[in-house]
């Protein structure tokens, strides 16, 4: 198994520009997750997905849009880049029983970070 | 509302002695905490979970962590630090589907 994979690894964009941030994963996890890591800080939850076709905001979502057409794909879109975009964004997923039906395997598995820069 | 807090934002140490990072968490019931490990440059790694089994936690390489619900503590252990640890240590707590994140612990390693 490739685990969670993000594309690309870096990219510097201008201010205005849009871009997709692309996040594969290969576990068969019902649960995907993105966040952004700001210099000297923990991560923060832009949008997360509970399973094909249902999405949901995090903690920061302004200026991102995501979609989940299937499970093993979850792209991050920014539409206008602006300089507080800047940061290391970091994809993870996780295999969730539901509330209902008890935890499944607590632990999100994270993507390798996509590292960018918006002037 | 969880929240973890995170003592120490760098702590630094000789090759060879204990490593302690300090973490605190609040949680109006029993919580899933865990340590996460970033080194330079690199993705996060899964150093050890606490989900309501053994409150001491043993993880990789030689760390260890025990939760204490009346000190809501969770702090990080390694006996003897070895230059390979010098990374950023994540302190984060469960909170239905989502993890809420500490700032993060720099450790330094001196030789």
């Known amino acids: 198994n490739a685990g969670v994979t993000q594309t690309p690894k870096f990219r510097i964009l201008k201010i205005g520009q849009s871009m997709t941030l692309q996040c594969a994963q290969d576990m068969n996890h019902n649960y995907m997750y993105w966040y952004r890591q700001d210099p000297g800080m923990g991560l923060k939850l832009i949008y997360y997905?509970?399973?094909?076709?249902?999405?949901d905001k995090g903690e920061v979502p302004n200026g991102y849009n995501v979609s989940r057409s299937t499970t093993e794909d979850f792209p991050l879109r920014l539409e206008l880049a602006a300089p507080s975009q800047t940061s290391v964004y970091f994809c993870a997923s996780s295999y969730e029983v539901g509330l209902a039906g008890g935890r499944g395997t607590d632990t999100q598995y994270f993507g390798p970070g996509t590292r960018l820069t918006v002037l | 509302a969880q929240s973890v807090t995170q003592l120490d934002s760098h702590v630094s140490v000789s090759e060879g002695t204990p490593v302690l990072l300090r973490c605190n968490y609040s949680?109006?019931?029993?919580?899933?905490l865990f340590w996460y490990v970033q080194h330079p440059n690199k993705g996060l790694q899964l150093l050890l979970k606490?989900?309501?089994?053994a409150t001491l936690v043993k993880g990789i390489n030689g760390f260890e962590a025990e939760f204490k619900k009346s000190e809501t503590s969770f702090h990080l252990t390694k006996p003897s630090a070895h230059m390979s640890d010098a990374a950023e240590y994540f302190c984060v707590v469960r909170s239905n589907y989502q993890l809420i994140w500490g700032a993060g612990t720099k450790l330094i390693i001196k030789p």
């Open positions: 606490y989900t309501s089994a």
């Open positions: 997905s509970v399973g094909a076709g249902i999405t």
């Open positions: 949680s109006s019931y029993s919580p899933s």
